[in-house]
């Protein structure tokens, strides 16, 4: 069966520090990535999506990067991390079956003092 | 502009009673429409997803309807529990709505009581 798994859980950054946040995928293989902001009271904001290795589209223009080096392999980047990046930060995998239903990883909660 | 609206935008019920909740879109062209269960601090899990040509869907003691002329969609819970208690996040597909073909509601924070 297929998880994803993200990390860190949790994670008190101060302003201006770099960002690295990672999302696995195992049991499939070429999926789809995403990375999804949600702010409190506020909707899924969809930041970046990859169809394959090396391929990153970015959504919104922002403070922050995404890179997939492998093919289960997502990691979204800040050079210098703004309060406004504070936020819930989610992973989602996709295929091609069930119209691309999405499964969300656990999420990394982010706090940008 | 594809939109979601999603109402109420909390609720609180009593343990074992039944609540419906509303999502209305405008999502053109419609793909499926999907309903989202997100415990707090948790990612969202996938309820049900239902095609224009799907009326209903139960998952359990779930069970969504779609109205795709009127563009509305419910999800009816019964006999909640405590583990009901959650936010419930209406997400619509439709090729106009970004890279990932969706626009997601706010959700309904949903609070059962014992």
């Known amino acids: 069966s297929q998880t994803i798994h993200q990390w860190p859980a949790t994670l008190v950054q101060p302003v201006g520090s770099p960002l690295s946040l990672e999302c696995t995928v195992e049991?499939?293989?070429?999926?789809?990535l995403y990375w999804y902001r949600q702010a409190a009271g506020r909707g899924l904001q969809l930041l970046f999506y990859?169809?394959?290795?090396?391929?990153i589209s970015s959504e919104v223009p922002q403070n922050l990067s995404a890179s997939r080096p492998q093919d289960r392999q997502f990691i979204l980047s800040s050079k210098k991390l703004l309060l406004s990046d504070s936020g819930f930060y989610l992973c989602?995998?996709?295929?091609?079956?069930?119209?691309?239903?999405?499964?969300f990883g656990p999420g990394t909660r982010l706090t940008v003092l | 502009k594809n939109q979601v609206e999603q109402s109420p935008q909390s609720l609180i019920i009593l343990e074992g009673k039944n609540c419906t909740l509303q999502?209305?879109?405008?999502?053109?062209?419609?793909?499926?429409l999907r309903w989202y269960k997100q415990d707090t601090g948790r990612g969202p899990v996938s309820l049900t997803i239902?095609?224009?040509?799907?009326n209903t869907k139960s998952n359990g003691r779930y069970t969504a309807t779609l109205d795709a002329d009127t563009k509305q969609s419910s999800l009816h819970i019964t006999a909640s529990q405590l583990s009901d208690s959650a936010s419930y996040i209406c997400?619509?597909?439709?090729?106009?709505?970004?890279?990932?073909?969706?626009?997601f509601g706010k959700g309904t924070h949903l609070i059962i009581q014992p």
């Open positions: 239902m095609t224009f040509s799907e």
């Open positions: 049991g499939t293989s070429n999926p789809n």
């Open positions: 990859s169809v394959g290795i090396g391929q």
């Open positions: 999502c209305n879109y405008t999502v053109s062209p419609f793909s499926n």
């Open positions: 989602a995998w996709s295929g091609e079956a069930n119209y691309n239903e999405q499964f």
């Open positions: 997400v619509a597909h439709g090729t106009g709505g970004g890279a990932d073909g969706l626009t």
